[in-house]
């Protein structure tokens, strides 16, 4: 039987990304913190930062954005880098990704 982690770490085709999965993965406001800090610091480790809540529900939000297409993750060693996929977003969903960043900047400046 394969183990389910074989290849933790794919993601799908530019021509795979799905605006459905995308969006449901941006409705979380973690997860949206998640990519403007990654629009900010490219490369980040997946626990360079504390977004209140526990190491296993980060773990899933990471997954949930790796999977939507929203970032590609790098194994280096024990760590995780992480960065958003900005120019195959922009080429399949143009100005999306854009548009969800200045929102997602603008509630975090007016909280």
């Not at 409705?27 to 490219?42: F, H, K, W």
């Not at 977003?89 to 400046?109: I, K, M, Y």
Request: proline letters at 5%.
């Amino acid at each position: 039987m394969a183990s389910r982690l074989a290849n933790p770490l794919t993601i799908p085709d530019e021509d795979e990304l799905d605006l459905f999965e995308v969006m449901s993965a941006l409705t979380d406001p973690v997860r949206r913190a998640i990519v403007l800090q990654l629009a900010e610091e490219p490369g980040r480790g997946c626990s360079d930062a504390d977004y209140g809540v526990s190491k296993s529900a980060l773990t899933r939000h990471w997954r949930v954005l790796r999977e939507s297409g929203l970032i590609r993750q790098e194994a280096q060693g024990n760590r995780h880098r992480n960065w958003l996929r900005r120019e195959e977003l922009d080429r399949r969903f143009p100005g999306l990704l854009t548009l969800v960043l200045d929102e997602s900047s603008n509630s975090a400046t007016a909280s």
